[in-house]
C-alpha cells in the first residue's frame, strides 16, 4: 500500500503539469491572438502600424483592455479548475486502484486456496494433505509422539455413478464430505485424495483404542440411509490406518501401509482395518496383477472350472458352477478371490465376465455335442447387472453357439440389488425372457432378499456356506438353512445348498427337502475334461 501511495503522488503531480502546461499554452496562444488584433485595428485606423496608432487604439477602445484581460483570468481560472480536476482524478485513481489491488488480493488468496483444496469438497486436497502429513511428522518426532493416518474409500461407487450420472455422484460426494467432516476435530485435517477417496490425518491419535472409536463413527455416519432424488442411498465405505512410528517412519510409508489396510478391509466386505504386516498381501504388487490380468486371457492363461451340483433324490449331476482361475505365468494358480475384488474395482470384471460367458457357453455347445446336457451356472457382478447391452450381448452367444438359454443360469447375489434395485430388476427380467434361469448367489447373507424375492424372476437360491458349514453343531444356522428351504419352496423355488463337506451335512440336509448339493463333500472345481468323465458318476452313496 505504501508502494502504491508513491505512485498515486507521482501520477497526480504528472497529470497536474499536464493541466497547467495546456493552460499556458492557451494563454499564449491568446495573448498572441490579442496582439495581432491590437496591430490589425491600428492598421485599419490610420493606414500604417505605428507606435502612435498602438496607443491610440488601446487608449480608446475599452473592449480591448476587457479582452487582453481575459486570458489572463481564464488563466487563472483554468489552473484553478485544472487542480481542482486533477485531484478528482487522482481521488477515482486510487479509488480504482484500491479496488483492483483488494480484488487482485482475493483473486490471489482464491487461487492459494484453489491450490490447496478440493474443488468439489471444499476440503483439503492430496497436495495440501500431503504438506500437512509432513509438518506433523516432524512435530511428532520432535515431541516423541505418535500420529495416525487414515484412508476411506467408498464402497461400490462406481455403480452409483453409472446408474445416476456423475452429476449426481458429484452431489452425493459433498454430502459424504459433510458428514465425515462433522466427527473429526479441529486439529485433525480431512482431504479428499481424488474420485471417491477421502483421507484423514490425526495429529492427536496414536492408541489403537482412539482409532477404532473414530473409524466406528465414520462408518455410523455414513450409515445412515441418504435420502436422494427419491432414493434411499445405502453406501458403505472401507477404512485402512496406519499410526506412526509403529507402521511407518515417513509420509509415503505410512500412505502405502494405510492403502494395503483399506483394500484389506474393502476385500473383506467393508469396514475398519489397521495395518499389520499380515496384510502384506495386499501390497502395490497385488495391484500390479491387474496389468497383467487384461492380457491374461489374450495369453491362454484364464480358464474355467467346473463344480459339480447334485440331486439329492437320486446323487446325479445335474447342474454345475463356473468358477474362474488363472493360471499367472509366475505366481502358478491363483483363486478368483486374489483378482475378482481388485477387477471390480477397477471396472476389468466386465471384460472378464464376457470373457467366462463366451467360454462357459461354448463348454455347453461341445458338451451338447457328446450328449451331455448338464446346465452351467455363472456368477455375475453388481457391474453386470447395470449393463443394458448385457442381455443382447449373451443372447448373441447363445445364438452363435446354438445353446438353449435353458442351459444357462445366471447367478447374483442379494446385495447387487441395493444400489438400483429398478434397474436390476428390469435387467433380470430381460435375461427370465429370454428363457435363461435366475439364482440368487450367497442367500441369507444380505438385507434385500424378502423384499425383492416376489419381484424376482428367480427359479432358485443358493443357500451361503456359512450357514451349511456349521449347521450340526449350531442351532441358529440349522434353524436359517430349514427356514429358508421352506420359504424357497413355499414361493416355488428350488434350492441349492453349498458348502457341504460331510456326509452327515449332506443327509441333513436331503431330509430338510434340499434340492441341490454342492461342495468338496462330492467334488472339488474340476477341469473341462475331468467334469466329462464325472458327470455320469452316480453320487447317491455320498448323501445317504
Known amino acids: 500500500m505504501i508502494r502504491a501511495g ?9 497529470l497536474k503539469a499536464k493541466v497547467s502546461r495546456h493552460a499556458i499554452i492557451g494563454v499564449l496562444i491568446s495573448g498572441v491572438a490579442l496582439v495581432a488584433a491590437v496591430l490589425l485595428s491600428s492598421y485599419f485606423l490610420f493606414g500604417e502600424v505605428s507606435l502612435e496608432g498602438i496607443v491610440h487604439v488601446q487608449k480608446n477602445n475599452m473592449m480591448l483592455w476587457f479582452m487582453e484581460g481575459m486570458p489572463f483570468l481564464f488563466a487563472v481560472w483554468g489552473q484553478l479548475g485544472g487542480t481542482i480536476v486533477t485531484r478528482e482524478a487522482g481521488a477515482m485513481i486510487m479509488d480504482q486502484t484500491q479496488k483492483f489491488m483488494a480484488h487482485t488480493e482475493m483473486l490471489e488468496s482464491r487461487a492459494v486456496h484453489a491450490a490447496s483444496h478440493d474443488a468439489l469438497t471444499g476440503l483439503a486436497n492430496r497436495i495440501f ?58 486439529e485433525d485435517t480431512l ?38 432424488a427419491g432414493l434411499s442411498l445405502d453406501l458403505r465405505m ?13 509420509g509415503d510409508t505410512l500412505l502405502m501401509r494405510a492403502d494395503v489396510a483399506m483394500y484389506a478391509a474393502k476385500d473383506e466386505g467393508g469396514g475398519f482395518k489397521e495395518y499389520s504386516p499380515g496384510l502384506d498381501r495386499y501390497s502395490p504388487e497385488r495391484l500390479a496383477l491387474m496389468g497383467e490380468l487384461r492380457q491374461a486371457a489374450g495369453r491362454g492363461e484364464l480358464f474355467v472350472h467346473y463344480q459339480p451340483k447334485i440331486d439329492s433324490r437320486n446323487g446325479r449331476i445335474t447342474d454345475a458352477e ?21 477387477a471390480e474395482r477397477t471396472g476389468l470384471i466386465k471384460e472378464l465376465s464376457l470373457w467366462v460367458l463366451e467360454a462357459v457357453i461354448a463348454q455347453i455347445a461341445a458338451w451338447q455335442i457328446m450328449g451331455q446336457g448338464a446346465g452351467i451356472s455363472v456368477n455375475l457382478s ?7 447391452d448385457l442381455p443382447k450381448k449373451l443372447g448373441a452367444m447363445l445364438r452363435r453357439h446354438e445353446v438353449a438359454p435353458e442351459r444357462l443360469t445366471l447367478e447374483i447375489t442379494e446385495t447387487m440389488l441395493i444400489i438400483n434395485p429398478e434397474r436390476s430388476l428390469r435387467i433380470l427380467h430381460r435375461f427370465a425372457e429370454m428363457g435363461i434361469g435366475i439364482s440368487i448367489d450367497d442367500f441369507g447373507t444380505g438385507y434385500s432378499s424378502l423384499s425383492y424375492l416376489r419381484q424376482m424372476p428367480a427359479g432358485e437360491i443358493k443357500i451361503d456356506r456359512s450357514f451349511v458349514l456349521d449347521m450340526l453343531n449350531n442351532g441358529n444356522d440349522a434353524v436359517i438353512v430349514q427356514a429358508a428351504i421352506t420359504l424357497a419352496h413355499n414361493l416355488g423355488l428350488k434350492v441349492v445348498a453349498e458348502g457341504v463337506e460331510s456326509l452327515e451335512v449332506a443327509e441333513r440336509l436331503r431330509e430338510l427337502g434340499c434340492d441341490l448339493m454342492q461342495g468338496f463333500h462330492f467334488s472339488k472345481p474340476l477341469p473341462p475334461e475331468d467334469f466329462f468323465a464325472l458327470i455320469c458318476s452316480d453320487f447317491s452313496a455320498t448323501i445317504q
Open 382 to 388: 453388481a457391474r453386470d447387472l447395470l449393463d443394458h
Open 6 to 14: 508513491h505512485n498515486y503522488l507521482s501520477n497526480l503531480r504528472l
Open 191 to 228: 482431504a479428499r485424495m481424488g474420485g471417491d477417496e477421502f483421507a484423514l490425518l490425526l495429529p492427536e491419535i496414536a492408541r489403537n483404542g482412539d482409532i477404532r472409536k473414530l473409524a466406528d463413527r465414520l462408518l455410523e455416519a455414513l450409515a445412515r440411509p441418504m435420502q436422494f
Open 129 to 186: 494433505f500431503r504438506e500437512k502429513l509432513g509438518e506433523a511428522l516432524g512435530e511428532a518426532r520432535a515431541q516423541g509422539r505418535g500420529l495416525a493416518l487414515m484412508l476411506i474409500d467408498l464402497d461400490h461407487f462406481k455403480d452409483i455413478n453409472d446408474t445416476l450420472g456423475h452429476d449426481n455422484g458429484d452431489r452425493i460426494l459433498k454430502r459424504v464430505a459433510t458428514r465425515l467432516y462433522r466427527e473429526i476435530e479441529m
Open 238 to 250: 472401507s477404512i485402512g490406518a496406519a499410526v506412526f512410528p509403529e507402521h511407518g517412519l515417513d
Open 322 to 342: 463356473a468358477l474362474l482361475r488363472w493360471a499367472h505365468p509366475s505366481q502358478g494358480l491363483l483363486q478368483p478371490d486374489l483378482f475378482i475384488p481388485m
